[in-house]
């Protein structure tokens, strides 16, 4: 197993990737957090008890009169954040009993993508009312008080996906019954997403990039170029050259939008019963930028499913085209391609940094509790960097 | 090539340890046994799968030595005779092998490592100091080899589960044979 200095940084290495990358004052702070913490422990498995104290503590300082936790237990999926589910039990205003479900999220040592609680918090509760969204109560964002970073939301019924038997495969898509069920409200939802208007929300963990300019793609390439460097294990030319690529193509925003960057199947979840979304997830890497991102993201082969006639689906759900047309007609806003294909790019590149980059580097740490997911998301490299490649190939 | 098998192995026995022992119920006990015998069995792969092909080298050396010596001494019968002209086609088709300088795998990753870095350090001065042509040159250049890597890398993870199709990918002997066939 390879270990570098890497695993080791020194403060004024850390120091030089910050001048070298400027970036959002949120994004700087995760970033430097990480590694600054880089050389600690590894990750291990937290006692239970240890959590449920600390979230009583926590819960204290924010409730007035009695309540207790029961049913603490952990959640599986995801692969970058530790998720719990608990039960609080408290009397309300109304002085009525009252049980309500809730999900702790909390970062572990480090994760496939290094975030800032404060940012998914506020976005979600920007967001919540236009399209679903679990509802977000508290943030511990340095994680002074839990331990960890983290975020407490309301439980959400749903399922990711149609309940299968066998091996786990990323390719298991909706099915004929549940996709058509479950487009109509996707798209719908990924249109209202950009339509938001943000600005009256409290955006404070966010640099919103001006309109006309393009210095918010900038700081959003020094943000994963710098990713890159901390985590790399060894470099990859290609990678190297769609950095350069998307510094000289780097264009200008036309309306800035919430950006989720993993709006996809599996980050979702719907009722099984009716094909009903009940809540859209994972808003860990959310941004204020520009919606052609979340598009292009999407339109990756990664996400694309084939249907019983043989037919490509964007994201498992409508041919490409059709995707766009409803996209740009729910939406009101224009699907520029030149844009889509830079942001084609840039989602394969990032993409890339997450499984070439992060993905070994955690696990080398170990640094998370899911290493051996993280692991398989290894093998997605090849087809990321197969994307990239063609999509490079035909811009240079 | 990333990640390597003891990275990936390290993983697993982690997620034995940590996630899947502890929440085994006590009293199951044979799946606990076989449980602690599979991190057993990765924890020897771990500290064997890159060591193989050098363990088998020795070996070859060993008995190119013992053979050669027992060769050497042998006289006698017609049966003697005959084993011993087998025994020199065998040490014939062992000597190239045994002369040969192979590096230890990981010299050979090391030595990648660092061709990639270069490869990397010449793109970045090419952006700030290198002709337009140079530039251009370099990038088709990169662009040739990133697409035979990257179908070698597909073929290599196409059980992954990632492909929509991995039935159109070449095989892992057809990507790696036309290299070893080049030498």
Known sequence: MILDDKQHPSPAWIESLRRRYPTERTVDETLTAKMRSRAGPPHRPQSIDGVIERLNRFLERRLSGAFSITSFRGLAGGSSKEQYAFDLVRTDSAGDARRDTYVLRMAPAESIV?????????????????????????????????????????????????????????????????RALLAPQFVRYLAELAKFDWRSSDVSAFDPPTVGSNEGVIKAINWWERVWEEDCIERYPLMTLAAQWLRDN???IDHVSFVHRDFRGGNFLFRPADGKITAILDWELVQLGDRHEDLAYLLSPLFSEIDENGIELTGGFYPRDEFIRLYEALSGLPVNPVRLAYYDVFCLWRGTINVLATAPRIMMGEKTHQDIRVGWMIGATPLTLSSLHGALKRRI | MVPDFALRIHAMIRSLREVVLPALPKDEMLAIDQANILIGYLGIMAEQHDRVFEYLLVELAEYVELLSALVEDAHGARSIEDAVAKARGALGMAAPIVQMSIPRQGELSALIRSLRESVDELLIAARQDGTPAYRQASTMRVIRQAERQILRE?????????ELDASRLPSIDEVLLPNRNKS
């Open chain 1, 114 to 178: 290094a975030t800032h609680a404060l940012r998914e918090f506020q976005a979600m509760n920007a967001v919540r009312g236009v399209i679903p969204v679990p509802a977000v109560h508290w943030c511990d964002p340095e994680g002074a008080e839990l331990g960890q970073p983290a975020l407490i939301a309301s439980f959400c019924e749903g399922v990711t996906r149609p309940p299968r038997e066998g091996a786990y495969t990323p390719r298991q898509g909706f099915g004929p019954k549940y």
């Open chain 1, 250 to 252: 780097a264009p200008p």
């Open chain 2, 154 to 162: 597909r073929a290599w993870f196409r059980a992954s589960g990632f």
